[in-house]
């Protein structure tokens, strides 16, 4: 049974990678081709002619509409088939599904879901790539694992210590630690000081101390977006706050931003979008390009860990994991992802 919730937005593309051009993005195990009407929003369409189930992503945009290069076909924004060469009349039945899509902070979204339930004010609020406040990079990784494998890593950061040892440079502490963990209205909010530790990256005014505190808070949203903002404070600022949030009057040595998406492609592969940065009164273009490649590393060191994992899951599916302490921020967000199903999508 498939496992892949469809009443979510998903990020389907960056918006400087979708333009008039047509371009196939697999989601949820489905073809989806992508445009941008004459106005310039966004068209997202089963790629997948109704006539011999060639993709359309293959063909030209025509004004709002696309046509299909194997016999012509020409299909409007909405679905619906408008012409046949060489026919009259055109069936109301010979049409494509049309899928909600919408643009927000430089991610294209689409609802593969119930089109009734597709609310945009549920999209997750991500930082876009030209907000003054932040410097951000971007990057893009592709991975032969289900989803909800990626989804437990970013929900889980006491991997760091062990996964980005290297990359990071993240000590003990990051293992030890347990989050505060709140329930939000789409997902999970996860909050912890780490004290006195090793500055990671160790850039900006943070590079000038051995040691800092590290405020870190993210809130991991349907259906499968990590938001995630860090900042470091001189040693001892996290007891001053006695653990709490800190407020507007500690000095910031260093923070930074990261959103994050994951999006299944399929049963057991996935695509994960991201993008990072220090914020503006903290770094530069050279210090934000710093952190997308450090950040690129350290993904990389997790595909690997997660695509061997999946390896050990498709030995043996039936064997379950065992949770521990730190699991708790998994198990809410599951239970959230699966009040969010629908098992099929509607038919154009």
């Known amino acids: 049974m498939s496992n892949l919730v469809r009443n979510c937005w998903y990020v389907a593309g960056w918006s400087h990678d979708i333009s008039r051009t047509p371009v ?59 012409e046949i060469p060489g026919q009259d009349i055109v069936p109301p039945s010979t049409c494509v599904q049309a899928y909600p899509v919408c643009e927000k902070n430089s991610w294209v979204w689409v609802w593969m879901g119930d089109p009734d339930r597709a609310d ?90 051995d040691r800092v505190d590290i405020w870190t808070s993210y809130d991991f949203v349907l259906p499968g977006v990590f938001l995630l903002y860090t900042a470091m404070y001189p040693a001892g600022t996290a007891q ?19 959103s994050q998406a994951v999006v299944p492609t399929g049963e057991r592969t996935s695509r994960y979008y991201y993008s990072w940065g220090p914020g503006s009164r903290c770094g530069d273009d050279v210090i934000a390009q710093v952190m997308i490649d450090t950040a690129t590393l350290a993904f990389r060191e997790d595909k690997l860990m997660i695509e061997a994992q999946q ?37 154009c």
Request: charged fraction near 25%; hydrophobic fraction near 40%; charge should be neutral.
């Open 24 to 82: 196939q993005r697999m989601l949820l195990g489905e073809p989806v081709v992508l445009y941008r009407r004459e106005d310039g929003t966004p068209v997202a369409l089963e790629d997948r002619c109704a006539h011999r189930l060639a993709p359309l992503s293959m063909g030209r945009v025509e004004g709002n509409a696309i046509r299909c290069l194997y016999h012509g076909f020409l299909f409007e924004a909405a679905g619906q088939c408008r």
């Open 120 to 209: 945009p004010s549920r999209i997750a609020s991500s930082k876009a790539l030209d907000d003054p406040a932040w410097i951000l990079k971007t990057g893009q990784l592709d991975y032969d694992a289900n989803y909800q494998l990626i989804n437990d890593n970013l929900l889980d950061l006491t991997h760091l210590t062990y996964v980005h040892a290297a990359s990071f440079g993240a000590d003990a502490a990051w293992s030890r630690n347990r989050p505060r963990i709140e329930r939000i209205a789409e997902g999970v909010r996860s909050s912890r000081w780490i004290e006195d530790s090793p500055p990671i990256p160790p850039l900006g005014e943070a590079a000038r101390h």
């Open 240 to 258: 001053a706050c006695k653990g709490a949030a800190p407020g507007e009057g500690h000095a910031v040595l260093f923070d930074n931003f990261t």
């Open 311 to 347: 390896r050990i899951i498709d030995a043996d599916p039936a064997r379950l994991p065992r949770p521990a302490t730190a699991d708790r921020a998994i198990t809410l967000f599951q239970r959230l992802m699966k009040s969010q199903d629908c098992p099929t999508a509607p038919a």
